[in-house]
């Protein structure tokens, strides 16, 4: 029996939770993430924002000077879409146990033994995107495939609201008119590579030999992009595994050298983090930030705390202090910034202490009152009803 893979993609989650919590919004551009006049990025957007050239990421100051005035402007409400996004998943548990969740929004799930209960894949994707409808009152995007490339790409092919189906022997028709830069690993530095060799499409990268491909671009990529181009890969599903971290990370439409900019999406990136650690009932001892200069110069810096946190505060002032202590990094272009925290006592328990040293003595602190209050409110009214304005987080001394 072939491999039957389905993933699944909701269409703008984040936007598309907003216009149906707003019916008044439906029509409308509408922009999740800053607000107009502040810094920030936007988080996602709805396909009428997406017309005008808006995207993930983006300059909120950008976004906003290719909006028409009739745009909507929304903090995320990051409680609300997980709670969304749970039960998209129950939806995906009730018609098959394999299930790998690789974001809020996105799953690929293993449908190879339910032709035979359910019927033909297009029906099975079917069931999928109604039981999402009525649950939820969402679209999603649906790709079924023998592995997780054709899967996604699949998926990728009718957005939003669509379902596309590629069996084993439809494959090489459904790859060769595509781009060839869809295929995964094939970024800036290889792009250029294969366009030099007149490669324009799948198709094209199919009648390179593989010696070609491994010469020009090293043995490892030039292997992977031989094999993606014939529909060759992974079809196993892994479900989901405890997570070992949480991280939120930025890319910039444009190079950013502004160091309040970078403060203010740090900000955001610990008020993210510290608030899922919270939800997930985790706290972790390992900061880590990371940050990509022009054009893809990657580095990260850590720090290992002597007690587990959750708290947004004091992830922020860590991370702004790694930020700023590199002194080499002053004034250089930033194309990405993010934060991460890992690290998580074993079991989630709390941690046994030395009890002869004495930085150990004390019992581990509760969870501050403000947190507290403030998690209850977002957890009743959403993640935008309250959070900390970035003044109060630089008192990090």
């Known amino acids: 029996m072939s491999r039957l893979i389905l993933h699944v993609d909701l269409d703008a989650f984040f936007a598309a939770i907003e216009q149906r ?13 800053a607000q107009p006049g502040q810094r920030g990025v936007v988080a996602t957007c709805s396909y009428e924002a997406r017309r005008f050239g808006v995207h993930s990421a983006m300059p909120i100051a950008q976004a906003v000077r290719r909006l028409p005035p009739e745009a909507v402007y929304v903090r995320p409400r990051m409680a609300q879409y997980a709670q969304v996004s749970e039960q998209i998943m129950a939806v995906l548990a009730t018609l098959s146990p394999q299930i790998e969740r690789v974001s809020i929004d996105e799953a690929y799930l293993d449908i190879s033994g339910l032709t035979a209960l359910v019927g033909p894949p297009q029906v099975i994707g079917e069931q999928v995107k109604t039981g999402i409808r009525q649950a939820v009152g969402l679209t999603a995007s649906v790709g079924i495939g023998p592995n997780r490339l054709i899967a996604k790409l699949a998926s990728d ?6 379902l596309t189906v590629v069996l084993a022997d439809q494959v090489d028709a459904f790859l060769n008119p595509m781009p060839f830069q869809v295929l995964r690993g094939i970024g800036p530095k290889t792009a250029p590579r294969l366009g030099r060799l007149g490669v324009r499409t799948i198709g094209d990268v199919r009648r390179l030999p593989l010696v070609t491909l491994r010469r020009h671009l090293g043995a490892r990529a030039g292997t992977q992009c031989y094999c993606q181009a014939r ?23 444009e190079d950013v050298t502004d160091p309040q900019m970078l403060e203010s999406t740090l900000h955001w990136a610990a008020q993210e983090v510290s608030w899922l650690a919270r939800q997930t009932g985790n706290k972790g001892r390992v900061v880590t930030l990371k940050i990509r200069f022009f054009p893809f110069e990657t580095h990260t810096r850590s720090r290992t705390l002597t007690r587990p946190t959750a708290d947004e505060q004091q992830l922020f002032c860590i991370a702004r202090s790694m930020l700023t202590t590199e002194t080499s990094w002053h004034s250089r272009p930033v194309r990405l910034i993010g934060l991460g925290l890992s690290g998580w006592p074993e079991s989630n328990r709390r941690v046994q202490l030395d009890l002869f040293d004495a930085a150990n003595a004390q019992p581990e602190p509760e969870e501050p009152t403000l947190t507290k209050t403030l998690d209850a409110i977002r957890q009743r009214f959403g993640a935008e009803a309250i959070q900390r304005g970035l003044s109060t987080h630089r008192h990090c001394d």
């Open 21 to 33: 919590d707003h019916p008044e919004w439906q029509g409308r551009p509408v922009v999740v993430g």
């Open 157 to 162: 092919a009718r957005k939003p609201d669509g």
């Open 231 to 253: 529909g060759i890969a992974d079809d196993q599903i892994h479900p989901e595994r405890p997570r070992k971290s949480i991280s939120k990370e930025t890319t910039f439409a």
